[in-house]
């Protein structure tokens, strides 16, 4: 039997390991540009990573919203492929829920792209609703150039009380 | 005499209009990718825009360090090239160390490309300091790989408090 990854405060020192791993991870899509450094220095409150026998299984970068009272969001997650499908991004998400929730969130939002069906499914089962969006791909709402042009993104939002 | 710019809280609508102009602000250095849309929705309480007659002229995007206390981190500053040498940049980030010292900060940190020889001048013209690095550029410390491999950075930090 496997032990089950630890999860962890993100720490400024995580930002190499997951910047050499997270193209890979991604099938070779490039998501380095997503994941400045700052997000490994300043938000190391509200994220997470994952190891087991000290080496990186997965890890999310999120944050309280400062100007939506309430709200919390989810800018990034990933997990090793070889982990997936054995409750590790449920594991970190909720732990993430129950971080901003005792912080006095009551509503998470995150996005995702159109083409990533298996992060749409995700959150579907992880208790976030799809909102409305300006057009649709497949049954799926979309924000079309929500991130900036041809950058559509599926908006999602979850709330905590439930 | 041309009116001074208008300097306002950044809004979400600010996206599009900032993603359309960056990379052209920059002289064709591909700039959008640094800000995503989140950067518009959830940290408007410490990001400013200045427009005159509607028109963008300037924006910083700066944020409350939730992990780091006292600390404040400006992300982004970008001004409209016609528009430089007139103090806007000044400005912008003077509005910034005031509304992140009523919150509490004594310091604000911030970092930068060692080809920015500008941003340099800059910086050490508004009292910041440059942090040690591993290596040196001319004669500026540099941080190799702080941002990834081959993402060096200058890094800066000003006390608020002088």
Redesign the interface.
């Known amino acids: 039997m496997i032990a089950e990854a630890r999860i962890r405060a993100l720490r400024p020192s995580d ?2 390991r997951v ?1 050499a791993v997270i193209d890979q991870w991604w099938g070779g899509r490039p998501m ?3 994941l ?3 997000f490994f ?6 994220s997470f990573a994952a190891d087991r026998d000290d080496a990186l299984t997965g890890f999310l970068v999120g ?6 009272p309430g ?1 919390a ?1 989810i ?1 990034f997650v990933g997990v090793h492929p070889g982990e997936r499908s054995h409750g590790l991004g449920r594991r970190l998400y909720g732990t993430f829920f129950d971080v901003v929730r005792a912080r006095g969130c009551t509503r998470v939002r995150a ?1 995702t792209s159109p083409v990533n069906t298996g992060s749409v499914a995700f959150h579907r089962r992880m208790g976030f609703r799809l909102e409305p969006g300006d057009a649709e791909v497949g049954d799926i709402p979309v924000a079309t ?5 041809g950058q559509d ?1 599926v908006r999602f939002v979850r709330d905590l009380r439930s």
Chains 1, 2 share one sequence.
């Open positions: 930002h190499a910047i380095a540009r997503m400045p450094r700052l220095d300043h938000f190391t409150d509200t944050f309280v919203s400062p100007a939506r709200e969001y800018h996005v150039g929500y991130d900036g042009p993104r």
